[in-house]
């Protein structure tokens, strides 16, 4: 998995996911733009990760800040070859009938929005230069109703449409985009799920939760030929044979 000259771009990559995948493209030769709204921490673990890594602070909600990133990675490396789609939001949670309608929105605009402004920011770039890699995080909420999760289910499903309509619009210009459903994974949003109490997700023990790493691992494979058969749809981390493809086991 040598990602050697490529480069990457992660949004979320401030902690959890998000930062673990930066390491892991790192340590594959990738250099790789961190976008995320809090600049402190990603300022921080881009002087980590050495000069193959740049910090760019970014609202992903708002289009014209996804675009001048995109913009201001492709002025620093040369191009862009992969975008990740990893910033989410589940705060707050809530049934529907109880539901804060401004914070419902916003967490529209940050899991559906955003990834929208990332495609569309990356999209001309990657077709200029004859393709690219689009990976969305997406998740089990995308398929089914979930309990005061209104906003994060429907944010999701919409997701997981939008990798399908990349992949139907440009999967022959050389579009990959592929969507993976990780389960559930050791970051500060489950603990937040966890302070919910509301649905059965809310009381699952730390222990069953996978680690982030193991996504950031699942990530860089999916930029290898080997994922192409899953273009235009989504992986799941829950699927034992894809881990054992991975090397996952715990």
Known sequence: ????????????????????????????????????????????????????????????????????VIENCVKEFGGLDVLINNAGAIEPIARLAEADPEAWGNVIDINLKGVFHGMRAALPVMLEAGGGTILTIGSGAAHGPVEAWSHYCSSKAGALMLTRMAEKEYGDQGIRAISLSPGTVATQMQREIKASGINPVSQLDWSDHIPPEWVATALVWMCTPEADAYKGSEISLRDESIRATLGLTG
């Open 1 to 68: 998995m040598d990602m050697t000259g490529k480069t990457v771009m992660i949004t979320g990559a401030s902690r959890g996911i998000g930062a673990a995948t930066a390491r892991a493209f790192v340590k594959a030769g990738a250099n790789v733009a961190l976008v995320a709204r809090s600049a402190d921490p990603i300022i921080e673990l881009a002087g980590e990760l050495g000069s193959n890594a740049i910090a760019m602070p970014c609202d992903i909600s708002r289009y014209w800040e996804m675009s001048q």
